[in-house]
Every structure is written in C-alpha cells, then in structure tokens.
C-alpha cells in the first residue's frame, strides 16, 4: 500500500471533475520512454523463533529500517516513527502486518529489475544476519494467526482496521498476512491504455494461477492454491474484482474515473495526519460537502490518495498496475515483469494477446476469477483447462521479450527470465503444488521447513 509522498502542484485544488481524468491521461508517454516498476512484498521473520517482529522491539522493524538506512536510503517520519525508506526513486515502505515492501524504481529493462532486486535483497540479508531475521517470499504467512501479526504505527492502518470487518470477511487477513508481487507499466494513449487494460486484466487470472504460493493457513494447507488471491474476494466488493466495464464500448480515462467516484474513501490527509473519512463520497468531496471536511474541496494529492485505495486486479493511475501474482522466490518475482513487459510492450505480443482474449465473456473473467485460486492451472476453461491458455500466454510474452531484445552483460535478452513460468506452464504444476507435494512427503506435516527452504 502506498507511502504518501508529495509535491508543491499536488496540493493545488482541482476545480472540476474533468481535471480527475486530465490527471490520468497525464501517464501517456512515448514508447521509447516507458519503463517498468517492481513491486514486492516479504515476511520478515526471527530466525529463532519463526514469528513476526514487532515495530519497537529489538531487531524489530524499526531496527531493520535503520540497519537498511546504513545503505543510503533516507527515512520518511510518520508520527515520530520511520515508516519508509526512499533512495532516488525507489523505495522500502511497511504494509500493515511488518511485511517488508521494495517500491523498485521506473527501469528500462527486466534486467534492471534484476540487478535493483538482487541489491535490495543483499542489503537485507546482511541486516538480517545481524538482527536474527529472515525473509520469506510468500503469499500468505504459513504458519501464523492473525491476532499475532504485529500492527505497524502508519495512521492509515487503523482506519482501514476498522472499517474492513464492515464490509468483508477477509480484509484483515489482505492487510496482516498477505505478500503480493506486481509490476507497473506505461501506455503512450488512451487507446493504448484501454488495449493493455483490457488484456492484462483479461489475462490475470493466468498471472495468478502461474504465481500461485499461499496454500497454508496456520500451519495447514487451506483448500486454495491461492489463498492471497481468494481473500481479494471477500475483502470490499466496492473496490476489487474484474470491473466488467473495462471492457464496454467507450471505456477510457473519464470512465475509471467515474468508478472512482463510486469507491468510498477510506481518509483524507491533512497537517501530517490521517482523518477518518472511511465510508464517504469523493463525489460529495468535489461538491465541498465531505464531512470530514466541510466546506473544503479536494487537491490533486488527495485524488492520488484516493486512487490508491481501489484494488481491483488491475489498477489504473498514471499507469497500469498488475496485481493479481503471489509473492515468491526472487527468480520467481522477476518472472512477473518479464510477462507482463513481454505481452504488452512488444505491438505485435499485445495483438497476439487481444486476439487470445477479445471474445471471452464478462462471465468467463468472473468464473476465472473465482474458481483460480483454488484450482490453478486446472481450472476448467472452454473445453480446456487454463494451463493451454498459459500456455499460449507466456509463448506471446516470449516472443515479445525476444522482439525487444534487451540484452544483458552476459548477452541473453530479457527471455531468460522467463525459464521457470515456461516449466510451470508446460507441467501445469504451480508452485503451490509443488509445495504441497513436500508438506505431504519429505516435510511429513511440517510447514516450518518452507523458512529454509524458501527464503531469501
């Protein structure tokens, strides 16, 4: 979740509805400027003891914020507390439960990605080795309750603490023992925006299945491959799914920002704290009627806010965000970007790509949607099953990165990073399977053993 950062134009008012697309339209850019940004979230862990650290205890979060902060990134305060680390554009942030956030900075390549990861997980390595922790990338913490998830000190958090058990059942669990992956891409149009939102949000599903890493709960496998992905579902209906009208004529800029309009705020900000708006109307706030606020009208910074508070499976702001991957190993959280970079940078990979998905109906997303988290690759699809969509998905994404050719100091282009996504693809085995496959043989029940043998 976002760490807010802004400028001097963000504070100016915005003075009609019209500017809230103006603002989304701004992300369009030449192709030979797009970029790409990482995401990733992580487990912090002791290694003694296998649990969360807390914020204040010792080799807590706080400790690990400092210990990252020897390595240049400069802190951002909130109520007295480090809550985020920012060195140039990238930056380390904290979600609610302590999991460790790396903001990755706007790159070139995938290769960049890989080089800003593998520094990033050196850094913390080496802190982590003097603190007695460990990192796991994971979607869903395997093996503890929710009521023993540390709370971090960022006012945001306890607004949504308190509004989530009102509108879902699993909100909590999204915000104190989830890790995702996702990339952030760029569009040079509105045209381009629509064509890419349309097919990355068709085709997340597929994302999903591929990346696919939370099957335990409290030390048990829980029914689901995707647990991450499932606990979307029961979240906030208001502000998460496949929004079917992405895919209506006439979609574009004005359109999601109408949808935004209808998300209910969570906060406004205002003299460094976070004031409860959770509930409230964006709409009534460009009227001057919120009444958290009364009689005032919105800034640019509080629109940019707001948009960071909607979570469907694709998000739009200045550019597209991917949302619907599992957290996992390091090769693993590379491979998302290399997809994503390869079916919708390349024209030719996102024409292959529309073709695959333009005429699957606003009932076939939602049944993807539904039934991946628990059944992967095997979920049933048009006399199929989606592994031939995978298939097909990833084959487009190669082809893309081959069309870049992007290479790296050891020659190879930006398809290398796709060699794992190819075998999950072709076997049909996604990783939470092969996790399971150990849970019930050589780890005879044990869950602990995926801290040794999948963390950082």
């Not at 979920?379 to 870049?404: C, S």
Request: hydrophobic fraction near 40%.
């Amino acid at each position: 979740m976002s760490t807010r950062v802004s400028s001097t134009d963000d504070e100016r008012t915005l003075e009609s509805r019209a500017a809230l697309a103006e603002y989304l339209a701004t992300g369009s850019k030449p192709e030979e400027s797009w970029r790409l940004g990482t995401e990733h979230e992580k487990f912090a862990y002791t290694l003694d003891t296998l649990t969360p650290p807390s914020y204040d205890a010792p080799g807590g979060i706080r400790d690990i914020l400092a210990g990252l902060a020897a390595f240049g990134w400069e802190p951002i305060i909130e109520g007295g507390n480090v809550i985020a680390l920012k060195k140039g554009d990238a930056s380390v942030s904290l979600e609610p439960g302590g999991q460790l956030e790396l903001s990755g900075a706007p790159l070139e390549t995938v290769h960049g990605t890989a080089d800003e990861l593998d520094s990033h997980l050196r850094e913390c390595l080496a802190v982590g080795e003097t603190l007695g922790v460990g990192f796991l990338g994971h979607g869903f913490t395997p093996n503890r309750r929710r009521d023993e998830m540390p709370v971090m000190p960022k006012g945001r958090y306890g607004i949504m603490m308190n509004h989530m058990p009102k509108v879902g059942g699993l909100g909590l669990d999204m915000m104190f023992r989830t890790c995702t992956v996702q990339v952030n891409l760029d569009f040079s149009s509105e045209a381009d925006m629509v064509k890419k939102f349309r097919v990355s949000l068709a085709l997340q599903p597929v994302a999903t299945a591929l990346f696919a890493n939370s099957p335990f709960t409290e030390g048990k496998p829980n029914g689901f491959l995707s647990y991450r992905s499932h606990i979307w579902t029961d979240t906030d209906p208001n502000r998460t799914g496949m929004l079917p009208f992405v895919f209506e004529d006439g979609f574009g800029f004005e359109r999601y920002a109408e949808y935004m309009l209808d998300v209910p705020m969570y906060f406004v900000f205002r003299d460094g704290k976070y004031i409860d708006a959770a509930g409230q109307s964006f709409r009534d706030f460009m009227d001057g009627r919120l009444p958290a606020l009364p009689g005032e009208r919105p800034s640019l910074a509080d629109w940019k806010d707001h948009l960071s508070t909607a979570f469907p499976e694709v998000r739009l702001k200045t550019f597209l965000e991917m949302r619907g991957a599992d957290c996992g190993p390091a090769q693993r959280i590379v491979g998302l970007p290399a997809l994503w970079v390869g079916l919708l940078y390349d024209r030719s990979a996102l024409d292959a790509a529309w073709d695959l998905v333009k005429d699957w109906t606003n009932e076939e997303h939602e049944q993807l949607r539904r039934d991946v988290p628990r059944l992967g690759l095997k979920t049933p699809f048009r006399g199929g099953t989606l592994q031939e969509i995978a298939k097909q998905a990833v084959a487009i994404a190669d082809a893309g990165l081959k069309a870049r050719n992007r290479l790296n100091a050891a020659g190879q282009t930006e398809q290398v990073h796709l060699n794992e996504l190819h075998e999950i693809a072709k076997t049909g085995v996604t990783p939470a399977e092969r996790l399971l496959t150990a849970y019930h043989g050589p780890w005879h029940g044990d869950v602990t053993r995926i801290f040794r043998e999948e963390s950082y």
